[in-house]
Structure formats: structure tokens, C-alpha cells
């Protein structure tokens, strides 16, 4: 079950994907927090959450590649 998911975690988080889908998720993040902070602060934890998680995705990607 375990190796299942694995391979399709590899399938779907190949190298290219993951990068380049963590990169513009983090730029979207990064503008939603500035938007969020000049509308007011009641929008900015969900973006700064959003930018958290794309960091994660970053570094899992990086700790898979290499």
C-alpha cells in the first residue's frame, strides 16, 4: 500500500511539475498576502498558510530530487 503511494506521489510530483508548480504558487501567494495586507489583516493568515505550504512543496521536492 505504502509503495503504491509512492509511486504515484513520484507520478504526480516529478521533478519539473513540483517546481515549477511550487514557484507560481508562491508567487500567488505572495501577492495574495500583499493584497490581503492593504485590504486588512482578516485575509492574511489563509494567504500566508498558502505561501506556507507551497514552501513545503518546494522543500519536499528538493529533498526528493537530491
Not at 2 to 28: D, H, M, P, Q, W
Not at 55 to 65: P, R, S, V
Amino acid at each position: 500500500m505504502i509503495k503504491k503511494l509512492e509511486e504515484i506521489r513520484k507520478k504526480l510530483f516529478s521533478s519539473y511539475n513540483l517546481t515549477a508548480f511550487g514557484f507560481v504558487s508562491a508567487i500567488i501567494a505572495i501577492l495574495s498576502a500583499i493584497y490581503a495586507f492593504m485590504k486588512g489583516m482578516g485575509v492574511l493568515i489563509p494567504s500566508l498558510l498558502a505561501f506556507g505550504i507551497c514552501i513545503l512543496a518546494l522543500g519536499f521536492n528538493f529533498y526528493n530530487n537530491y
